[in-house]
């Protein structure tokens, strides 16, 4: 089974940006691939996800600040996150939807603060 390492969180303050990674074990290539996050307190949300078409699909409290995007040759998908907000702050999960049932990797925490 595919596993999933995330990295690229940490802390940073208000309008900064970060970058986020997730490694894949075996291949990405055509696969509906996503990224959530979990705030303390709150359900797990969708903040982007890849199809297998590679059409982006965003949350609308990320539209315009976060980028997805895929290295099918590295096996890496990528979360920009630019003009960070407070409310950005989670752990961030990355996921491999499939019909089998979902993949998880174990999160990164993103905090945004000043």
């Known amino acids: 089974q595919v596993q999933l390492v995330e990295s690229g969180g940490g802390l940073v303050q208000p309008g900064g940006s970060l970058r986020l990674s997730c490694a894949a074990s075996?291949?990405?290539?055509?696969?509906?691939m996503g990224w959530y996050r979990q705030a303390p307190g709150k359900q797990r949300e969708l903040a982007a996800s890849?199809?297998?078409?590679?059409?982006?699909i965003y949350a609308d409290s990320v539209k315009g600040r976060f980028f997805i995007s895929r290295d099918n040759a590295q096996n890496t998908l990528y979360l920009q996150m630019n003009n960070l907000k407070p409310e950005d702050t989670a752990v961030y999960y990355c996921?491999?939807?499939?019909?089998?049932?979902?993949?998880w990797g174990q999160g990164t925490q993103v905090t945004v603060s000043s």
């Open positions: 075996g291949s990405i290539f055509s696969i509906a």
């Open positions: 996921q491999i939807s499939r019909a089998s049932g979902d993949i």
């Open positions: 890849v199809t297998s078409g590679d059409v982006t």
